[in-house]
């Protein structure tokens, strides 16, 4: 069952944060910069991602599927990024983003879009295995 639920809220979160950028890209890179313009913000963040990957990581521990797995492996990957992108080295991950911004009109952002997807993508199939896996 934590599973289940684990694979949904994560797949909640990436539909939320990568969703945003199929449709307005700009408005959520904005929106990034904020986050990681401040000390507090960006560490309110760190810590909810580090709970969020620990939580993915236990729910996938002692699973034997193929979905465990891939939430575990998940987990372990948010937990780190939060860790040392957000907590550890925050500056970098700050100035990476400002130089991936483009200073161009809003129809040249067709790789943000297509980012977008893609994690719109993820999260539709981590929901999914997630309704699967609570047997729905």
Do not use: C, N
């Amino acid at each position: 069952m934590l599973l289940g639920l684990t694979s949904i809220l994560f797949g909640l979160v990436v539909i939320a944060t990568r969703g945003s950028m199929l449709f307005v890209p700009k408005t959520t890179l904005r929106w990034t910069h904020w986050v990681l313009a401040e000390g507090p913000r960006r560490q309110r963040l760190g810590f909810a991602l580090i709970a969020l990957g620990a939580l993915m990581i236990l729910a996938g521990w002692h699973q034997g599927s193929l979905h465990a797995t891939i939430v575990l492996v998940f987990g372990v990957g948010t937990a780190l990024f939060a860790a040392v992108g957000l907590l550890i080295v925050p500056d970098g991950l700050r100035e990476a983003t400002q130089v991936l911004e483009p200073d161009t009109p809003i129809g040249t952002m067709m790789g943000w879009r297509v980012l977008g997807l893609g994690g719109l993508t993820v999260g539709a199939l981590f929901v999914y295995g997630g309704l699967l896996s609570l047997g729905f």
